[in-house]
């Protein structure tokens, strides 16, 4: 019984169960019900209580946790699961996942562990080429785009001071020219939240958009001309958080870069528009003009969570941006050492999985799986207009549908929001409301790798039937 810290050691049994305990997990998903069973009270009676004084054997323990958070665990990896965009985890990344976690590799710098400064080398190289970046772009690897905006935001921020003479990492902002900030007006929070930690937030200023979410041009042009040829950060975006849709790339950047400004792209799961040669030309037209981009693998590409990606059009500038001086760091400038791109310190190997998740796929792959999920996307959107009273309001080019649902006497968000209430009870599928241009929508985000065509039908089936039963 490992009762004692002097008594632990590595337990092939423990990590057996753990296994088995996954299996059984992953082999029950399907039919589990695609809700959340649990109260938070319920989670803290099995979980909660005084820390025990004296070390457990970790076996209890591990059957204490199993039991404890099951009806709590939302089961995003079902294929009807449709709510936020939660991708699911290929079962190549998963394993290469479970060796990260046994590897326990601390990648500050290359001699902390030489495979993975490698493997982020080849990473780097693959993505830059399967999305057809610039050549010689640089990567870093972060937890999620929100961190991978705020590295590109970063590198944004000291580039285009530097280019009015202001070195912001040495001197700060007081006292810096000012600096124009222009965000599509339905741009994630995943981009503002990183302006406002770089000092920005109150240069923002937002540009309307069109019915799809793209920044309109002749706003674009007057905030443009407004900044009167000072620094300039321009930010559009790859896969807007309802429609899915993207800014017209080129045109944003061509703009942008005529007034010598810098232009950041979120593209948290529409960067792999990208990779497929169906979407390429049309959602993605021009992603290699932007600057910096921000994205994640832990969406539509399936590799488990965490695992965001920033992409830096000038590695130069990259550098520049991340200053580090630490004696005790062994950094031979001929190696890769992933603290010099990014902005955590000690972190785990999460490029593991995605090597894995890029390897078993090839570019093909990426490509199928991209619009294997749209091609999903276009099926519910075309189930559910066929039922009278249920409207699409976006145009499902990518992986998103946004759902408006009329009653006779109720207004279309209360009905709407009933609707949701109704499925996401029943558990036969789960998507959640949003806003949307001023109402209320369902929004249905197809994400994982595992949904089919008969849990499209299903959840539509779902969908329609608590319409129909809310009806008078
Ligand atoms: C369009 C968009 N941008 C950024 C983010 C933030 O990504 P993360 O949660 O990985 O930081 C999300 C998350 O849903 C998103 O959908």
């Known amino acids: 019984m490992g009762t004692s810290v002097s008594s632990l050691r590595v337990d092939v049994g423990l990590l057996e169960l753990a296994a088995a305990e996954a299996f059984r997990y992953l082999e029950g998903l399907p039919e589990r019900p695609v809700s959340i069973r649990a109260t938070d009270a319920e989670l803290r009676k099995l979980l909660g209580g005084p820390l025990p004084q004296r070390p457990s054997d970790g076996k209890l323990v591990l059957g204490d946790l199993v039991a404890g958070v099951d009806a709590g665990l939302v089961p995003s990896g079902n294929g009807r699961y449709f709510g936020y965009v939660v991708g699911g985890t290929l079962p190549v990344a998963m394993a290469a996942d479970w060796l990260t976690a046994a590897w326990d590799q601390n990648c500050i710098v290359h001699d902390g562990s030489p495979a993975t400064a490698v493997v982020e080398e080849i990473c780097g190289e693959w993505l830059v080429d399967l999305c057809q970046l610039r050549p010689g772009t640089s990567v870093a690897f972060t937890p999620a785009c929100t961190h991978a905006d705020l590295l590109g935001l970063t590198v944004a921020r000291h580039s285009v001071l530097a280019r009015a003479g202001w070195d912001v990492a040495e001197r700060g902002l007081a006292g810096a020219p000012p600096v124009t900030v222009l965000i599509n007006e339905s741009i994630h929070a995943a981009v503002v939240r990183p302006l406002q930690l770089l000092g920005l937030g109150g240069s923002i200023r937002t540009l309307p958009v069109d019915s799809e979410g793209r920044i309109r041009e002749d706003a674009l042009d007057e905030a443009i001309a407004a900044a009167a040829g000072g620094p300039l950060i321009v930010c559009g975006h790859i896969g807007e958080i309802n429609t899915g849709g993207a800014d017209r790339l080129r045109v944003l950047a061509d703009k942008t870069h005529a007034a010598g400004g810098w232009l950041h792209l979120d593209a948290a799961f529409g960067m792999w528009a990208a990779a497929s040669p169906r979407l390429r030309h049309t959602l993605a037209d021009g992603i290699e003009l932007a600057d910096s981009i921000g994205t994640d693998a832990h969406k539509a590409l399936n590799v488990p969570y965490d695992c965001g990606i920033a992409f830096i059009a000038d590695k130069q ?20 050492h992933p603290v010099q791109w990014g902005i955590e310190v ?5 490029v593991f999985p995605l090597w894995a998740a890029l390897r078993t796929l090839g570019k093909d792959g990426v490509g ?19 039922e009278p009273g249920i409207k699409i309001v976006n145009d499902v080019a990518y992986n998103q549908v946004l759902a408006v649902f009329e009653h006779p006497h109720e207004h279309p968000d209360t009905h709407t929001r009933q609707v949701a209430a109704v499925l996401q009870q029943q558990g036969e599928a789960w998507a959640a409301v949003s806003r949307w241009q001023d109402r209320v929508v369902l929004r249905i985000s197809v994400a994982n790798w595992a949904t089919t065509e008969e849990d499209v039908q299903r959840a539509a089936a779902a969908l329609t039937a608590a319409h129909r039963e809310l009806l008078p």
Do not use: V
């Not at 000690?346 to 999460?350: F, K, L, T, V």
């Not at 749209?374 to 959107?381: E, L, V």
């Open 317 to 336: 500038a990259h550098q520049a941006a991340f200053p580090l001086s630490a004696d005790y760091l062994h950094l031979d400038p001929s190696q890769r």
């Open 346 to 350: 000690s972190r785990r190997a999460r």
């Open 368 to 386: 199928e799986l991209i619009d294997r999920l749209c091609g999903h996307a276009r099926r519910f959107a075309d189930l559910l207009a066929q």
